[in-house]
């Protein structure tokens, strides 16, 4: 049976890197991209797009049959921020489209399941630093309590119903195609777009406040490693924990400086700030890197070059 992946949330940060990346590997007419709005140019014309609600189970299955399609990532979710102004939304996105494509992968209508976790997953009761793979996890956030709850429901899947669903912890993802929308890590975006605009930026995060982040390319490649392993090699069936690096807002304003010397941060943290502080500060993913092979290629320098030369060229 030919591959013929389909992409719920593809326009969002994630989804349309991924759906690129996936069109170049497989082709462009074997991607199909999914969302409830249209995209960026770029995504719109690489490739075929049908109109999913998440949310409606009905919508998903036509696109599968239509397609016959084998893999399926669901890269739609309502973020941390977002999250805990609209608590009852959240939950229902993030939920109710998670049940979806649980029960249409149990039904037999696709193979494989992509789902994303979180390192909202943690608490303030998780240690912070270089936080276990299996540790304390009590979220503080609605985002992170429906991302804790769908990795239970996956784990619970796969025992039950043999559904092949693999999961990463995904830290904070920085990329400049497409920009975040309601994240507490969104700040380690908007940094560099006001570097280059007008040479400063007020950090809605405070001085110290380090957060595991991690380059697009990265995460992108981990997302697609992990759906082409072996099925005995994911031995976690809940979600990975996954690290590239951990900064503080004064360490990537450092970085900026080397390339921006007149850049200067200030801070004024908001809601957001209470959010950062119940996540850890780094993260230990060797069972990632055991079980099947993962390994970071792009620290804070690599990523800051890239980051204010693509950009550059984007607002010129
Ligand atoms: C957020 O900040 O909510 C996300 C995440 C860490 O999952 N970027």
Redesign the pocket.
């Known amino acids: 049976m030919n591959t013929c992946i389909l992409i719920i949330g593809a326009c969002g940060q994630i989804g349309t890197e991924l759906t690129l990346k996936l069109r170049e590997i497989n082709g462009d007419n074997a991607v199909i991209a999914s969302d409830i709005r249209e995209g960026s140019k770029e995504l719109m014309k690489s490739g075929p797009f049908e109109f999913i609600n998440a949310m409606e189970y009905d919508s998903i299955l036509n696109v599968i049959e239509k397609y016959k399609v084998t893999d399926v990532y669901l890269m739609a979710a309502m ?3 977002t999250g805990e102004k609209f608590p009852a939304k959240a939950w229902e996105l993030n939920m109710n489209s998670l049940f979806n494509v649980l029960n249409l992968a149990k039904e037999g209508k696709f193979k494989k399941l992509f789902w994303p976790s ?3 997953v943690f608490g303030p009761t998780t240690p912070k630093e270089y936080t276990p793979q299996e540790t304390v996890m009590e979220p503080s956030t609605v ?1 992170g309590i429906s991302k804790q709850a769908g990795e239970r429901w996956c784990e619970y899947y796969f025992n039950k119903f043999g559904v092949d669903v693999r999961s990463i912890r ?4 920085i990329s400049w195609k497409t920009n ?1 929308g ?5 700040y380690a975006v908007e940094i560099y777009h006001n570097a280059l605009l007008i040479g400063k930026y007020n950090s809605f995060l405070n001085k110290g406040t380090k957060l595991p982040m991690m380059y697009m390319d990265d995460a992108i490649e981990a997302t697609i490693k992990i759906m082409d392993a072996n099925p005995e090699d994911v031995k976690i069936r809940s979600s990975y924990n996954l690290a590239a690096m951990s900064f503080t807002p004064e360490e990537i304003a450092e970085e900026i400086k080397k390339i921006v010397p007149e850049f200067r941060i200030s801070y004024n943290s908001d809601f957001r700030q209470n959010i950062a502080d119940s996540w850890p500060r780094s993260i230990d993913d060797s069972k990632a890197r055991e079980d099947w092979g993962w390994k970071h290629k792009i620290d804070i320098k690599k990523m800051s070059e890239i980051m204010l030369n693509s950009l550059h060229t984007k607002y010129e």
């Not at 995904?170 to 993802?173: A, D, H, K, R, S």
């Not at 309601?182 to 969104?186: A, I, S, V």
């Open positions: 973020l941390s921020a979180s390192i909202a985002y995904y830290p904070g993802i975040p309601g994240g507490t890590t969104d």
